[in-house]
């Protein structure tokens, strides 16, 4: 018998890989699918939930993540595409104008 | 042992391996493209997650949008960009190092705090029943249209900012360039 | 008509401001002749206040108006309040009318005088605002609003001593080393905020014994509660007069006067002759009810008197410095003035500041205007000779020359006298004997001041060019030789006026013997002396004895300068440690200099380098630094790689989730 717990371990494993993704990738493209993992990890927990408490909202909360989730990415990728226009270059570990 | 029950955790179990294998799949592809690739599995893989949580039409969604908007959106950049093999790891040693030493962690600390917890009795009124004997596609567009409003309302508007800043952001620079005034031509 | 006694310092202010704000914008002519018109202006009124003051019965004779309440603290009994109030009564107006009408002399001569200064819109703002100030402190009824004008009078003599504040020596033709026009303002403010620390402390005493400050309270209630010789009065009366030594240069705090010739020379005759040193004597006087009460105080006034007057006189006889000589001569008549302050003659004192007002400044107009034919030279070992070529100088100062010396029938011979009368009858015989000795030096030095400037053979050439120490100090003169010349109208005639004042000013005050003294008559309602009633035998005796002692003097001075030129040479070889007494003027400038000064500096030094600079400042540094370093400790924490922040949230999230689960 499955128990929400099976979701969620699942999507906290999902989770973790998501952010050692962003974390140790330096190609800010995957570093957007590792953004997209963790959501979609947060996606599963929401629609587990969701099912095993008989609760509606959190499958509509995870209609509005999924539009959140296409407008970063589409801001995102712009970004990308900006930056390589500038900087003929797009790894995350040379840009560090925001150094202080 | 339950047969439904049975085919309902091998479902499970194999999805859910397949999600992982993919989601290190992200991680650990030189390629972007295979990345990207490896992505598209997990999506597909949580599609499956959100039938055996009978939310089928999450599961479309899922599909529609994310295998379908997202992934196509970053091959066509990855394709516009055609980078180089990217190095796995961080600028410095330590740094990778510690980045997956705190996720694993990150990782340890969240089954643990999952896997104690007990979920309530349910209360909702949304059972399965309830559910399949309206339809899931207009339950959840009424409550779309009813209850959340406003949310949505404000999600749409998110969008329509995030496709102005994305080509604005992505637009060329105006300068009279030859080569613009070539693409112009 | 409404009493108008605001008018009085308000029309001086008032010139100073138009010359402050428009000045520059100004022609020369009309600014100068501005400050004039206000001073003469001022003049004007305070004849018509004095008429009006005059009008009334003797007893009378006090005149009063309240502009507004300046401070004002509580209500009822325990209320204290502090009026822009003015007071006049026949003291204050002799003063008015010394300084509007000798000041507007001054100012008229400072036209012709200051005609080549480029910043002559900054000198007469100054003169005028000096004038309000003086006008201020004398017309006052309460000693806080007097506070304001003797702290206005230091603050104006600053600015007027320091008026050349861009050149080095003034001395030209010599190689006498003076102090620059800089350390003078600088010297004359410091010492007089030393006096002025006394003077406020002294007020500070008054409101605390008595509880108010204007004039109408403290007297009475003066009289009232306390007996002859209270300790609080002697020590009030004491603190007041140590600001008194400071504003009138009187022992230990005289020094600052000479070095104040530093300032154009119708600065040094403001200062002298009608504001600023007047001041002391005048609060002096005008405290009289307090100082009554405390013969402590009166004796020390006296002994101080006699004592400035006797050292100033002696370091009169060696100067060089035309001016300098004037200078010490007004120290020396200066404690003339305490000294008969002191032995309760105050009318005596009043009547000698005024005679002295008259022929102090026509000295240093006539001082002046050697100056200004000369090329700035007033050195009198270079000069000799001028009396043929500036006849209206020349006569105007023989006449303020033996008003000084007091020589009979001049004005200075009146006050002199009245003064030394009132010493001898007062008792003091070993300060009356050192005054009628000081009355023999002054005589000696002002003739032989006359004699080295004008008389004898012209010790300069026609054409010659004399040398200034300092290359911007022969202003508006550049290198043209000497071309001595009279001084213009504008010039000669506030000489000739104040001339006749040197002349006759002293006939309002005769000695009992030759008539009525109406001056004393005039203050009798203010002092309320009883009047000493001697023989005319001992009268015509001591008028005698300070006649021969002026005349002694006056032939002793023509006998060394105009006949046998050897013996001031000779006596110079003779008594070397003399001389040199008396031209290094006792050596209080170094003994101040060595036992307040250098310590002072030290200490200032000490503060600033070691407490300042090093703990304070360090503390404040070291702060900045501990920050800086901190900071630049962090910096490499933001190393601008986005990654690295990601991590650092995801470090700060595993460690809250921790602390979450771990406890209980």
Redesign the interface.
């Known amino acids: 018998m499955l128990t929400v717990n099976h979701f969620t371990i699942l999507s906290a494993v999902l989770f973790s890989i998501g952010a050692l993704t962003v974390l140790i990738r330096r190609n800010p493209l995957i570093i957007f699918m590792g953004i997209e993992l963790m959501l979609n990890a947060v996606n599963l927990a929401f629609v587990a939930f969701s099912h095993f408490l008989d609760d509606m909202s959190g499958q509509v909360f995870v209609f509005i993540v999924l539009t959140v989730a296409a407008a970063e990415v589409a801001v995102g990728l712009a970004l990308v595409v900006a930056i390589f226009r500038a900087r003929e270059n797009v790894d995350v570990d040379e840009i560090d104008m925001l150094k202080g | 042992m339950d047969y439904g029950a049975f085919v309902e955790g091998l479902v499970f179990y194999l999805f859910a391996a397949l999600a992982v294998l993919a989601a290190l799949g992200v991680v650990i592809a030189r390629s972007p493209v295979r990345s990207a690739l490896a992505l598209a599995l997990v999506f597909l893989a949580l599609a499956a997650m959100y039938i055996l949580l009978n939310a089928p039409f999450l599961a479309v969604a899922q599909i529609m949008i994310y295998a379908g908007a997202v992934l196509i959106l970053f091959l066509f950049v990855i394709m516009v960009l055609n980078p180089r093999l990217d190095i796995i790891g961080a600028r410095g040693r330590g740094q990778t190092f510690v980045a997956i030493v705190f996720t694993i962690a990150l990782g340890v600390l969240l089954i643990a705090t999952l896997a104690s917890g007990q979920i309530a009795p349910t209360t909702g009124k949304f059972t399965p029943e309830f559910v399949a004997s309206i339809g899931h596609v207009q339950v959840i567009g009424t409550l779309l249209f009813s209850e959340f409003l406003l949310p949505f309302e404000i999600a749409s508007v998110l969008l329509l900012i995030a496709i102005v800043g994305a080509m604005t952001l992505a637009r060329r620079e105006r300068v009279p360039h030859a080569e613009s005034k070539r693409d112009l031509r | 008509m409404p009493l108008m006694l605001w008018l009085i310092p308000a029309l001086p202010l008032l010139g100073a401001i138009i010359n402050l704000l428009v000045g520059r914008r100004l022609p020369r002519a009309l600014s100068s002749w501005l400050a004039v018109a206000f001073m003469a202006a001022a003049f004007g009124v305070a004849v018509s206040a004095v008429a009006n003051l005059v009008a009334l019965p003797p007893e009378e004779r006090v005149l009063r108006e309240t502009l507004y309440e300046w401070i004002g603290v509580g209500v009822g009994a325990n209320s204290f309040s502090v009026n822009v109030a003015f007071w006049l009564d026949p003291l204050s107006a002799v003063m008015i009318l010394v300084v509007t009408g000798v000041g507007t002399l001054i100012h008229m001569y400072a036209v012709g005088y200051m005609e080549h200064e480029k910043d002559y819109a900054r000198f007469f703002f100054a003169m005028n605002l000096f004038a309000f100030a003086m006008l201020m402190l004398v017309l006052a009824d309460n000693y806080l609003l007097m506070f304001l004008g003797w702290e206005g009078v230091g603050v104006c003599s600053y600015l007027l001593i320091g008026f050349w504040y861009d050149r080095d020596n003034l001395a030209v033709g010599t190689d006498e080393k003076f102090l620059s026009p800089r350390s003078s303002a600088t010297k004359a403010f410091v010492v007089n905020r030393i006096g002025d620390f006394g003077f406020t402390l002294g007020i500070i005493l008054m409101f605390w014994t008595f509880g108010s400050l204007s004039f109408a309270e403290v007297f009475p209630k003066a009289e009232e509660m306390f007996q002859i010789g209270a300790p609080v009065i002697t020590v009030m009366t004491l603190l007041l007069f140590l600001g008194a030594t400071g504003k009138s240069a009187q022992i230990p705090l005289f020094i600052w006067l000479p070095d104040a010739m530093a300032g154009p020379t119708p600065v040094s005759a403001l200062i002298h002759a009608a504001t600023m040193v007047t001041a002391g004597v005048y609060m002096v006087a005008r405290s009289h009810v307090l100082y009554s009460l405390a013969p402590t105080t009166l004796t020390v006034v006296a002994i101080i008197g006699v004592l400035t007057a006797f050292i100033a006189a002696t370091i009169a006889l060696v100067q060089n410095d035309l001016k300098r000589v004037l200078a010490y001569s007004t120290v020396s008549q200066l404690g003339y003035m305490f000294f008969a302050l002191g032995v309760g003659a105050f009318g005596a004192g009043i009547f000698h500041l005024m005679t002295h007002a008259f022929f102090k400044a026509l000295l240093f107009l006539g001082a002046g205007a050697v100056m200004h034919a000369m090329n700035d030279m007033i050195d009198m070992r270079r000069l000799g000779g001028l009396r043929k070529v500036m006849p209206i100088t020349f006569w105007t100062f023989l006449i303020g020359a033996f008003a000084l010396s007091g020589f009979p029938l001049f004005s200075g011979f009146f006050s002199k006298d009245e003064i030394l009368t009132a010493g001898f009858t007062s008792g003091n015989i070993v300060l009356w004997v050192v005054g009628v000795l000081t009355a023999l030096l002054t005589a000696f030095y002002t003739v032989r001041a006359v004699i080295l400037t004008f008389g004898g053979k012209p010790r300069w050439k026609e054409g010659e060019v004399v040398h200034a120490q300092d290359e911007h100090a022969a202003h508006g003169h550049g290198e043209r030789g000497l071309h001595p010349h009279e001084a213009s109208p504008v010039m000669t005639i506030p000489l000739m006026v104040l001339a006749l004042g040197a002349l006759f000013a002293g006939y309002v005050g005769l000695p009992s013997v030759l008539g009525a003294n109406l001056f004393g008559q005039f203050l009798e309602p203010v002092f309320r002396e009883p009047a000493v009633e001697i023989s005319p035998t001992l009268e015509w005796t001591l008028i005698g004895i300070s006649t021969a002692a002026a005349l002694i003097g006056i032939f002793i001075a023509l006998r060394f300068y105009l006949g046998d030129r050897e013996t001031p040479q000779r006596l110079t070889r003779y008594y070397p440690w003399l001389y040199r007494l008396w031209s290094n003027k006792y050596w209080v400038d170094q003994i101040y200099d060595y036992v307040i000064a250098r310590p002072g500096r030290w200490l200032a030094n000490a503060f600033w380098t070691d407490v300042d600079g090093k703990i304070i400042n360090g503390a404040a540094d070291g702060l900045g630094r501990a920050f800086r370093n901190v900071g630049q400790a962090l910096?490499s924490l933001?190393?601008?790689?986005?990654?690295?922040?990601?991590?650092a949230m995801?470090?700060g999230?595993?460690v809250v989730?921790?602390i979450v689960?771990m406890r209980p």
Not at chain 3, 638 to 647: E, K, N, P, T, V
């Open positions: 910096r933001q190393d601008g790689y986005a990654r690295g922040y990601a991590l995801l470090i999230i595993v989730i921790a689960i």
